[in-house]
């Protein structure tokens, strides 16, 4: 049973690493004064979510694999938009 756990806790906290993610993204102010800030917060955010991410494949189950892989190409979706956007 601890394996399960384990499994499902690590997937669960992969998922809200990433919705936390989306949320500071969703909710940046690219005119604001703090903007400077807030894109490093973002950052530091999906790169914690990346590293849930590969923790929770270790033991992931077939499905839990596929939802952590669509997980991993939304954040890069949110690397790609901020790269293009400070360019």
């Known amino acids: 049973m601890p394996y399960h756990k384990d499994k499902q806790q690590s997937f669960q906290a992969a998922q809200q ?14 005119s604001g004064a703090d903007y400077g800030l807030q894109l490093k917060h973002l950052k530091e955010e999906v790169n914690e979510a990346y590293q849930q991410i590969n923790n929770a494949l270790e033991n992931a189950s077939e499905t839990q694999r ?11 979706k949110i690397v790609n938009d901020v790269n293009e956007s400070s360019e």
């Open 66 to 76: 596929h939802r952590l892989e669509q997980y991993q190409r939304d954040l890069q």
């Open 17 to 30: 690493g990433t919705n936390e993610a989306f949320h500071l993204y969703e909710n940046i102010d690219k």
